[in-house]
């Protein structure tokens, strides 16, 4: 099993930026990969960011060019730096970490940008 612990969420204004950190505890040599998920009110959750266990990375249309996903393998943490942000990224962002065929979820973090 693998734990997960996010931070870095909050309040910023169009235009800002802001860096969410993933830490994962547990069984984290068997993880494929990693991704940051968002979910706004009324919508489904959606796939932001995707990084593997061997660095390839995919992003989602809406924030290609604003968004990077990252790795620190030596403090077992993956980021979600995050530029330019626009109303339209509000959400719950979650981190998941994957042991194949298992899915593991953290609690969200809310990210709310103002216009």
């Known amino acids: 099993q693998v734990q997960l612990v996010e931070s870095g969420g909050g309040l910023v204004q169009a235009g800002g930026s802001l860096r969410l950190s993933c830490a994962a505890s547990?069984?984290?040599?068997?993880?494929?990969?990693m991704a940051w998920y968002r979910q706004a009110p009324g919508k489904q959750r959606e796939l932001v960011a995707i990084i593997t266990n061997i660095g390839s990375t995919n992003y989602a249309d809406s924030v290609k060019g604003r968004f990077t996903i990252s790795r620190d393998n030596a403090n077992n943490t993956v980021y979600l730096q995050m530029n330019s942000l626009k109303p339209e990224d509000t959400a719950i962002y979650y981190c998941?970490?994957?042991?194949?065929?298992?899915?593991?979820w953290g609690q969200g973090t809310q990210v709310t940008v103002s216009s």
């Open positions: 547990g069984s984290i040599f068997s993880i494929t990969s």
């Open positions: 998941r970490a994957t042991i194949r065929p298992t899915g593991y």
